[in-house]
């Protein structure tokens, strides 16, 4: 069953905005279009339940069951339980929380292991755990390729390690990462194990509860979401850590690491996205039952569509001259995250592009590290070309004939 790309587009508001005909975006990893259940979940909220959620008046009552039908709706998707989905301001802010928390609980002497494939968000928290004491190793990629190779964990694992952190797939390599894999061996290590899945969830969201990981990260408004970080904690994990919210929260998983008063509109709405992965389910004649397998129902087809338009892109860039592409050239190995290193400035590249009406961003995008790592000259920075399941075939040959013009 192929994606009705046609219907995926109708579910979009701004593919019918006048302002936007004609421009195709490329710049997805930064942030995807947002899914009409979303934007009238949003507007839903903002005129009839703007009031403080969970009291026993009727627009109250409306506001804090929209919020808990969000959580409870995506933890089923992510195959987790209710209470081990939490939602915070973003991913950075929440994996600031966490390190925190994991700097309370660890004792001098003791390690974290970080990548250095990592967006800023999911490696500076934890570098400066340093500064209480705590050793912080880096699992280092493959300077030619930008790989991340589990084996090189194995190496950097002893019984002082509590905590082993990497992207699921990194926003600039693109690689997808072995999740399983690499959590078995940290877990053998006895490490708790937190992945970084901005990346990769707006490409279809995972099992998380099957992957494995203690901690699994992302955000809302690259999954066609409001802006709102997705966190999942492990209980184990989540019920050890100690409280970093207020005092009387303590007792409540999901309240643990949020220190910050939710914002009701937005984790409301975020039942836009439940809905949204229903509605493709059913009109492509998915299954009915379980949630997460109706998730991974969607996930597939969006995946399928996404590696059917990939593979001429990086055919097309990978072996052209003065362009170095990062990350593998097999579609099925990657997100549709394309960095390009240029011989020229990225971000004018960029600009070129969007005389052609390509919507694409150039510089390091907060992955300076891994970008260092596989020698991109950072003063030029590197061209990225992301897409999602909603990008058509033309929107690809628009790009490719304005690359054509502008490499
Ligand atoms: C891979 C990755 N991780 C983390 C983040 C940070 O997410 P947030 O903006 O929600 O803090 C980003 C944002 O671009 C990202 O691309």
């Known amino acids: 069953m192929a994606l009705d790309t046609e219907f995926v587009r109708g579910q979009f508001p701004a593919f019918s905005e006048p302002s936007l005909q004609g421009q195709a975006f490329f710049e997805n990893a930064g942030g995807s279009y947002t899914c009409a259940p979303v934007v009238d979940r949003l507007t839903r909220y903002y005129t009839q339940r703007k009031v403080q959620p969970y ?212 984790i409301a709405a975020s039942a836009g996205m439940a809905d949204y992965v229903d509605m493709l389910c059913s009109h492509h004649g998915g299954p009915t039952g379980k949630p997460s397998e109706r998730g991974a129902f969607v996930h597939d087809l969006m995946r399928a569509h996404e590696i059917e338009l990939l593979q001429p892109l990086l055919d097309a860039v990978k072996d052209r001259n003065a362009v170095r592409l990062i990350g593998p050239s097999d579609a099925a190995l990657r997100a549709p995250t394309v960095t390009l290193a240029l011989t020229r400035n990225a971000e004018e590249v960029a600009a070129d592009l969007a005389t052609h009406g390509i919507m694409a961003g150039g510089g390091d995008f907060y992955a300076g590290r891994a970008l260092r790592a596989v020698g991109v000259n950072m003063d030029a920075g590197v061209l990225r070309l992301s897409f999602t399941h909603y990008t058509s075939k033309a929107e690809i040959d628009q790009l490719l004939t304005a690359l054509d013009r502008v490499l």
């Open 55 to 266: 009291a026993p008046y009727e627009a109250s009552r409306l506001a804090g069951e929209e919020m808990d039908e969000a959580r409870t709706r995506m933890a089923a998707i992510l195959g987790v339980e209710t209470d081990e989905l939490s939602f915070g301001p973003s991913t950075t802010q929440n994996t600031y929380v966490l390190a925190q928390a994991f700097g309370a609980w660890m004792q001098p002497g003791e390690a974290i292991v970080v990548t250095n494939q990592d967006h800023e968000a999911n490696s500076g928290p934890w570098r400066r755990l340093a500064d209480r004491g705590i050793e912080v190793r880096e699992w280092q990629i493959d300077p030619a390729t930008g790989h991340l190779n589990p084996e090189d964990l194995e190496d950097l694992l002893d019984e002082t390690v509590r905590l082993v952190c990497f992207p699921h797939c990194s926003n600039v390599v693109g690689e997808i990462n072995p999740v399983t894999e690499i959590t078995a061996i940290a877990h053998a290590a006895g490490a708790f194990v937190c992945v970084d899945g901005v990346s990769y969830a707006p490409h279809g969201f995972a099992n998380v509860g099957r992957l494995g990981p203690d901690i699994y990260l992302f955000s809302a408004y690259k999954t066609y979401g409001p802006h709102q970080g997705l966190m999942v904690i492990r209980r184990t994990l989540g019920e050890m850590l100690p409280n970093q919210g207020h005092v009387f929260n303590g007792g409540s998983l999901y309240k643990r690491f949020t220190p910050a008063g939710p914002d009701h509109a937005q």
